[in-house]
């Protein structure tokens, strides 16, 4: 079955202290993303990456980091993790080309006290 | 950053009533997607249009996009509890593939 995975799908954590979020897709897809969404303000991308080893910015990057060492793989790392991240997390992949469909996964709801 | 206006924010009707909902931008899109998000779920793609003009009929849901290919909208027919979501237009552009969603129009549907 075709499926995006993120782990964990709750987690409550403490200001500061430094979290990892999984996704991992098994399309053997190009483009992965992530996004937080939120009240009011909809989905929003954080990073993206076209392909293994290749990441960059989107709209709201500040205080998160990525990693594409693996085509199946994306985590999205909270070095610090302040009050202001608190948010529902999604991860998505599609194919890299136009037009194509995102699949999401299930969501990380993540709480930051 | 081309915006993508969803209207009305919030829907909430009767079972077996009509429905439109609207995606709006003063850009051209090259394509548009329409996604529906239910509670606790990430969203999943209902339709793509690509041709300004074109409908696309998905059961009881018709999808039209503008001939200017500015505007989108999604009619629902006999509303059903089971068509209750949050409805996301997403355009697709630039050389990164980005998708950039609407707010959203949250439907309720009441039995």
């Known amino acids: 079955e075709a499926q995006v995975t993120q782990n964990p799908r709750y987690l409550i954590t403490v200001t500061g202290k430094k979290l990892t979020v999984t996704c991992s897709q098994n399309?053997?897809?190009?483009?992965m993303s992530w996004y937080r969404q939120d009240p009011g303000l909809g989905l929003r991308q954080i990073y993206y990456s076209m392909n293994v080893e290749v990441t960059d910015k989107g709209d709201v990057p500040e205080g998160y980091k990525v990693s594409r060492k693996e085509k199946r793989n994306f985590p999205l790392i909270l070095e610090s993790p302040s009050p202001n991240q608190t948010s529902l997390y999604f991860c998505?992949?599609?194919?890299?080309?136009?037009?194509?469909?995102?699949?999401f996964g299930q969501g990380t709801r993540l709480t930051v006290v | 950053t081309q915006l993508l206006e969803q209207s009305p924010q919030f829907l909430s009707i009767q079972e077996g009533e009509n429905l439109t909902v609207y995606c709006n931008s003063s850009?051209?899109?090259?394509?548009l997607q329409w996604y529906r998000q239910e509670p606790g779920e990430g969203p999943v793609l209902l339709v793509t249009?690509?041709?300004?003009?074109e409908v696309k009929k998905l059961k009881r849901l018709t999808f039209q996009f503008g001939d200017a290919r500015k505007d989108s909208s999604l009619h629902i027919t006999a509303a059903q509890p089971g068509d209750t979501g949050l409805y996301l237009c997403?355009?697709?552009?630039?050389?990164?593939?980005?998708?950039?969603f609407g707010k959203g129009t949250l439907l309720t549907v009441n039995p």
């Open positions: 998505a992949s599609r194919r890299g080309q136009m037009n194509t469909e995102a699949f």
């Open positions: 997403a355009r697709s552009g630039g050389s990164n593939y980005k998708l950039t």
């Open positions: 399309m053997n897809h190009e483009y």
């Open positions: 850009s051209v899109f090259s394509s």
């Open positions: 249009v690509v041709t300004g003009g």
